[in-house]
């Protein structure tokens, strides 16, 4: 196996234990990495940038033992402003952009553009460079538990999945990112069952088609609406291989999102 330098990213913020989970696989394979994620949450914000406000980067410490940094932006902004100004040598020094890991799935043609997870990966790749962006399919309970900053430690299933997931992520980038090439305009997105183990299978998968109802609640009193998530509507042709059932099958799932196909 051929050792790379990567970029790694997220749109859970750089304490996500998911984040670290791929940090620790990928170093463990050997690559060279410089991790560069926001300093706070910032799902489903897709790839907006922060044209309105000035954005801050800053050195970090996370034990990764590589260079790393937090930007106070979105996830598309963290790697563009890696790619220009943080990494030695910019674009040109770096092999691929490896995003994730997400604390729940990105599939379907409904969620795919409100990723920010994507959305880094692609950044990546409107850079030239190769991209796969990771995401591990997550119960309702155990993303609350997560969501409100609790340790994984008290998750010790799901901490297993997460360190298999991590694992597939590795094996998986060395094999795609090196095949891709430059300049294609590719993001890989895999998207991981619950669980996941060693003997967990790779399908090839395309979005799954679907009807998104109404993200967000009425008006309140004050005129105001409040997201609320919503299960989409699967209107995928029979025989289609969704990454959506793809998942719920307990398999890997790889999509290829060819941005040239258009």
């Not at 030239?128 to 340790?151: F, K, M, T, V």
């Amino acid at each position: 196996m051929s050792f790379m330098r990567l970029l790694i990213s997220n749109d859970d913020g750089i304490a996500s234990p998911f984040l670290h989970a791929l940090v620790h696989a990928l170093r463990a394979s050997g690559h060279s990495l410089c991790v560069v994620a926001p300093l706070h949450e910032q799902s489903w914000t897709g790839a907006s940038k922060c044209r309105h406000r000035p954005v801050a980067s800053a050195a970090t410490d996370q034990g990764f033992d590589c260079p790393t940094w937090t930007v106070d932006g979105t996830p598309a902004d963290c790697v563009n402003i890696a790619l220009a100004h943080l990494l030695p040598g910019g674009p040109v020094a770096f092999d691929g952009v490896v995003t994730g890991i997400n604390l729940g799935l990105n599939t379907t043609l409904g969620f795919i553009n409100a990723s920010g997870t994507i959305a880094a990966a692609w950044e990546g790749a409107l850079h030239g460079l190769p991209a796969i962006a990771c995401s591990q399919d997550l119960s309702y309970e155990e993303w609350h538990h997560l969501n409100n900053r609790r340790p994984l430690a008290e998750l010790p299933a799901t901490a297993a999945t997460i360190a298999q997931s991590a694992a597939h992520a590795a094996r998986l980038a060395a094999d795609l990112i090196p095949a891709t090439g430059r300049e294609k305009f590719v993001v890989h997105n895999l998207n991981f069952p619950n669980p996941c183990n060693p003997a967990t299978t790779v399908i090839r998968t395309v979005p799954a088609h679907v009807i998104v109802p109404g993200l967000f609640s009425p008006a309140a009193d004050d005129g105001t609406h409040r997201f609320v998530f919503t299960d989409a509507i699967d209107r995928s042709p029979p025989g289609l291989i969704t990454d959506k059932a793809t998942v719920a099958a307990g398999h890997i799932s790889h999509s290829v999102l060819d941005y040239t196909r258009i």
